[in-house]
């Protein structure tokens, strides 16, 4: 059986099995699996497609072209290469292929001055590197970075050749900076329409005992008070039935204005969760709102648009075939193929085999650039390095996703909050082929290029 002939809609009881088998090898170890590495690593050197030259991308451009789709991971949050690569994608993906816009694993409401910038509208920074450095919420680096200035910059020449209903936009699509959107939705309508201002002001009033702390709001609910969660949805719903009374707003800024709406419904959902459960609602929460925009986004260009997302590996390779799966816990790619349709969505994976990286060493430390170490030996990255190439990238077919030639493996995941010394635990149990429809891999990676003052 193959992963085309596999539905796995109809055939979940068949999938759990394949999954718990593979995954059962997995943790088995290395000895178990050492034999199979050595013609995994052989079959992988007859199918890397090296990353050399102006041409090395044609293949993956030509499998990616006519998708509605295409999430871009990484590894890591903080690796020049990646970012490279992504860009080099992407601008390719725009430029020949005509695709829309980019949703990038950032906040909504300050990444929207970039989408601004990029498309030359009313109230545009001066240069994308002016944005990036407002940028407050941790960890900023993650886009404060020269990487993503040389991107926005192109893309801000490429927009600037084009009418303005054919620009391409960049957005953030993640839950996170709820304090910034709710003022965004009050500072918006008290200069359009005082009504709404008046009602949605009213309806926010309950998360002022909390003073823009979320964890304080989700602390207080849990221990009785009352949610907030019927108001916030309240004005989403106002906002979208008072279209017509908020027709002074041009049709970006009535979307910059609903979706801030959503990013405070959602948010109060996230934090609730984060604090009442310990499984995996919190983090289904978090990806429901990512996909969410990632489909606002192709609404609102219309017909036959076509999008690109920037998250991590964790995002964007479809979790059902790994560990993941068993923790109950969902992620773009997984809800896109399944949204859409696999033949409408290309997932492309980022690993490395060791390293430098930026990261934290806790939530909200400062960033430091850190050594990541050589992979564990029962991981894909493992196998890769043994390719003699430096810099490759593989595409799956439906010879590797026959069920004889499946096998899990682990796959590198280092986030924002990284201990090298533990770095043999950062690795997901992961069914390669049947994860990504297409995987980069680089013997050695650099950091990201902060941006300076």
Wanted: charged share 25%; hydrophobic share 40%.
């Amino acid at each position: 059986m193959s992963y085309q002939l596999l539905d796995k809609h109809t055939n979940n009881g068949y999938l759990d099995s394949l999954m718990n088998q593979l995954l059962m090898n997995y943790f088995l170890g290395f000895i178990l699996l050492f034999g199979t590495m050595l013609s995994s690593a052989q079959n992988m050197k007859q199918k890397a497609i090296p990353l050399e030259g102006d041409t090395s991308l044609d293949r993956l451009i030509s499998a990616a072209a006519d998708k509605e789709l295409v999430l871009l991971g990484e590894a890591s949050h903080g690796t020049h290469e990646y970012y490279l690569w992504r860009d080099k994608i992407s601008r390719r993906l725009i430029s020949e292929q005509d695709f829309n816009f980019i949703a990038v694993e950032g906040d909504f409401a300050s990444l929207y001055h970039l989408n601004l910038y990029v498309k030359n509208l009313d109230g545009a920074a001066n240069s994308a590197k002016e944005v990036l450095l407002k940028l407050h919420r941790w960890p900023t680096w993650m886009w404060a970075n020269e990487e993503v200035v040389a991107l926005a910059e192109w893309l801000r020449n490429h927009n600037d050749k084009l009418p303005q209903h054919k620009k391409v936009g960049f957005y953030g699509m993640d839950v996170y900076d709820e304090w910034n959107s709710k003022k965004v939705v009050l500072d918006l309508l008290k200069t359009t329409d005082q009504t709404a201002y008046a009602y949605v002001k009213d309806q926010y009033k309950c998360f002022d005992p909390h003073k823009g702390d979320s964890w304080s709001y989700a602390h207080a609910v849990n221990a009785g008070k009352d949610a907030c969660t019927t108001a916030t949805r309240n004005v989403v719903e106002y906002i979208r039935s008072n279209r017509s009374k908020l027709s002074g707003l041009s049709d970006d800024t009535y979307f910059y204005l609903l979706q801030n709406t959503i990013v405070v419904q959602n948010a109060e959902e996230f934090y609730r969760e984060s604090v009442a459960s310990t499984g995996p609602s919190s983090w289904n929460s978090r990806v429901h709102h990512m996909h969410g925009t990632v489909n606002d986004l192709l609404n609102l260009y219309g017909e036959n648009s076509k999008g690109i997302v920037w998250a991590h590996n964790t995002h964007i390779g479809d979790a059902e075939y790994t560990s993941m799966r068993n923790a109950g816990q969902k992620n773009i790619g997984q809800l896109t193929r399944e949204g859409l349709g696999d033949a409408n969505v290309f997932l492309i994976g980022f690993t490395t085999y060791e390293g430098k990286v930026m990261a934290g060493s806790r939530w909200g430390a400062p960033m430091k650039e850190m050594t990541i170490p050589p992979a564990i030996p029962n991981s894909i990255e493992y196998i890769l390095n043994q390719v003699d190439q430096d810099r490759f990238y593989l595409i799956f077919d439906e010879e590797d996703r026959k069920e004889k030639n499946l096998k899990a493996l682990g796959n590198r995941a280092v986030g924002v909050v990284y201990n090298p010394r533990g770095d043999s635990r950062q690795f997901v149990p992961t069914i390669i082929p049947l994860r990504y429809d297409a995987l980069f891999f680089f013997k050695k990676t650099s950091a990201l290029r902060v941006l300076k003052k």
